[in-house]
Nanobody, 115 residues
C-alpha cells in the first residue's frame, strides 16, 4: 500500500513555470512506476508523463520539450517540472504509482494557467 500526496500547483501566467511534487508514503517506492496525469473540466483524465523504475520516461506529445518528469527514490518523491505553460495545461494534476498488480492515485493538485 502506498499513499501519494501532490503539491506545487497554483495559478501562473502563460509562459511561466511550476514544479509539482508527489510524496509517497510506505516502503518500496523504487519498485513503482510513477506517472503524472491530468484532468481538465469536462474532459477525460489523460496521461502527461511517466517514469519507470529504471527511470525511462515518456511524455504526451503536447508537453514534450516543456515538461520534465523525474524521481528521487531516496526522498520517495516524483516531480514534474513544467515550463512554458499554456492555458490548455490548466487541469487537476494527479500522481499515480503502479506495479504489475496495483495502482494508486493521489488526491490531485490544481494547476491554472492564465492567458
Amino acid at each position: 500500500q502506498v499513499q501519494l500526496v501532490e503539491s506545487g500547483g497554483g495559478l501562473v501566467q502563460a509562459g511561466g513555470s511550476l514544479r509539482l511534487s508527489c510524496a509517497a508514503s510506505g516502503s518500496s517506492f523504487s519498485r513503482y512506476d510513477m506517472g503524472w496525469h491530468r484532468q481538465a473540466p469536462g474532459k477525460q483524465r489523460e496521461v502527461v508523463a511517466t517514469i519507470s523504475t529504471r527511470e525511462s520516461t515518456t511524455y504526451r506529445d503536447s508537453v514534450k520539450g516543456r515538461f520534465t518528469i523525474s524521481r528521487d527514490n531516496a526522498k520517495n518523491t516524483v516531480y514534474l517540472q513544467m515550463n512554458s505553460l499554456k492555458p490548455e495545461d490548466t487541469a487537476v494534476y494527479y500522481c499515480r504509482a503502479t506495479t504489475m498488480f496495483n495502482a494508486y492515485w493521489g488526491q490531485g493538485t490544481q494547476v491554472t494557467v492564465s492567458s
